[in-house]
């Protein structure tokens, strides 16, 4: 079984200018979710990119060496450059799988493969209870979590949620305010399978929890291609004929 390459990319804003988020995640939010995902025997490589490097990082080349790309991002979406973008989609696409986590929801990446306004949603910052309930107990990406677990303090996120129906639902969370949203969605674009997961707040120390790792890991597993997907080239805008000349 071959190993699976793995990108990060997080915004790494709050960390450094947020003593909050900065005491929960002194090194990172894409720290912490290196430091568990390398500890999976699947995982081969985890290779991380903020803001300040993204373009750098994530170039073609790269991209086309990665199996599964991670994304959080939260303020500073619109600064995202759209080159990267460009390649991120056109990538998914050809079949890399794509893990989107809470507030990327607002990311360019995930609106243009949505093609809606994902940032439509109820959201309150109130310390409140969330409770993650499976609703796809048969689902890859639910394996080991029974019927749900709980996650002590989240920002709450509530319906209506932008997005087009998801062609499968594997979360709905619950919030103590009565909020309920669609937590754990699937998409499918051309060959790319994609998952939008809502925990993880940047005060919040979700990525710690077992079960939270235990999502992520799983929708890495579920999320990566069989083979690691190729450059589509369809030969330009006049390609010959593939039957031959016309007689």
Same mark, same amino acid.
């Given at each position: 079984?071959?190993?699976?390459?793995?990108?990060?990319?997080?915004?790494?804003?709050?960390e450094r200018h947020d003593?909050?988020?900065?005491?929960?995640?002194?090194?990172?939010?894409?720290?912490?979710?290196?430091?568990?995902?390398?500890?999976?025997?699947?995982?081969?490589?985890?290779?991380?990119?903020?803001?300040?490097?993204?373009?750098? *990082?994530?170039?073609?080349?790269?991209?086309? +060496? !990665?199996?599964? $790309?991670? &994304?959080?991002?939260?303020?500073?979406?619109?600064? /995202?450059?759209?080159?990267?973008?460009?390649?991120?989609?056109?990538?998914?696409?050809?079949?890399?799988?794509?893990?989107?986590?809470?507030?990327?929801?607002?990311?360019? *990446?995930?609106?243009?493969?949505?093609?809606? +306004? !994902?940032?439509? $949603?109820? &959201?309150?910052?109130?310390?409140?209870?969330?409770? /993650?309930?499976?609703?796809?107990?048969?689902?890859?990406?639910?394996?080991?979590?029974?019927?749900?677990?709980?996650?002590?303090?989240?920002?709450?996120?509530?319906?209506?949620?932008?997005?087009?129906?998801?062609?499968?639902?594997?979360?709905?969370?619950?919030?103590?305010?009565?909020?309920?949203?669609?937590?754990?969605?699937?998409?499918?674009?051309?060959?790319?399978?994609?998952?939008?997961?809502?925990?993880?707040?940047?005060?919040?120390?979700?990525?710690?929890?077992?079960?939270?790792?235990?999502?992520?890991?799983?929708?890495?597993?579920?999320?990566?291609?069989?083979?690691?997907?190729?450059?589509?080239?369809?030969?330009?805008?006049?390609?010959?004929?593939?039957?031959?000349?016309?007689?």
């Amino acid at each position: 079984m071959r190993k699976i390459n793995i990108a990060v990319y997080n915004e790494f804003f709050h960390e450094r200018h947020d003593p909050n988020s900065a005491k929960v995640y002194p090194d990172g939010i894409h720290s912490a979710l290196k430091g568990f995902l390398e500890k999976d025997s699947r995982v081969g490589s985890v290779v991380c990119a903020t803001l300040d490097d993204h373009a750098a *990082v994530l170039t073609p080349e790269r991209l086309a +060496d !990665t199996d599964v $790309l991670i &994304w959080w991002g939260h303020v500073r979406h619109g600064n /995202v450059d759209d080159e990267v973008v460009n390649a991120v989609c056109a990538r998914v696409v050809e079949g890399m799988g794509l893990i989107v986590l809470h507030s990327g929801h607002g990311s360019k *990446v995930f609106m243009r493969l949505m093609g809606t +306004d !994902t940032r439509t $949603l109820r &959201w309150r910052e109130s310390d409140d209870r969330c409770r /993650v309930w499976v609703v796809n107990r048969g689902h890859p990406i639910a394996e080991g979590l029974g019927e749900g677990f709980l996650v002590p303090a989240e920002e709450t996120y509530g319906e209506q949620f932008g997005i087009p129906e998801p062609d499968e639902l594997v979360f709905i969370s619950w919030f103590e305010g009565g909020e309920v949203f669609r937590s754990g969605c699937t998409f499918k674009r051309g060959s790319g399978k994609i998952f939008y997961f809502q925990n993880g707040h940047e005060t919040y120390p979700i990525y710690f929890q077992p079960e939270i790792q235990r999502v992520i890991t799983n929708a890495v597993h579920w999320a990566c291609p069989e083979q690691r997907a190729y450059r589509y080239d369809l030969g330009g805008p006049n390609a010959p004929a593939l039957e031959g000349p016309k007689k």
